[in-house]
């Protein structure tokens, strides 16, 4: 069974930073593409940053150059740096696995709450 469990979220002042950790039950990064998703209020759920199996990342264009994902193998996380905040980055962010990349066998963590206000 994979279990995801994010931390990190805070309240944070505008340009401040913030890093987000996912840990995983086990070892999935060999075989799972990992991401970050976030959902604003009144707003969809939407993709802020991808790792993949092959180690590619890609970026929302809003994130770019302030957002950093990585992954450490030894401890079975993943975590994203946020850098440069601002008020629009406000969201819960989740953490995805997704099995071969193929989207038919997915797990989300549970959330954490990131909120960005002077």
């Known amino acids: 069974q994979v279990t995801l469990v994010e931390s990190g979220g805070a309240s944070v002042q505008p340009g401040g930073s913030l890093t987000l950790s996912c840990r995983t039950s086990v070892f999935i990064f060999s075989t799972h593409d990992m991401g970050w998703y976030r959902r604003g209020p009144g707003e969809q759920r939407e993709l802020v940053a991808s790792?993949?199996?092959?180690?590619?990342?890609s970026f929302l264009d809003s994130v770019k150059g302030r957002f950093t994902i990585s992954r450490s193998n030894g401890q079975n996380t993943l975590f994203l740096q946020m850098n440069n905040l601002k008020p629009e980055d406000t969201a819960v962010y989740y953490c995805k696995a997704d099995r071969l990349g193929r989207g038919t066998t997915v797990y989300w963590g549970q959330g954490t709450q990131v909120t960005v206000s002077s």
């Open positions: 790792l993949a199996r092959s180690g590619a990342t």
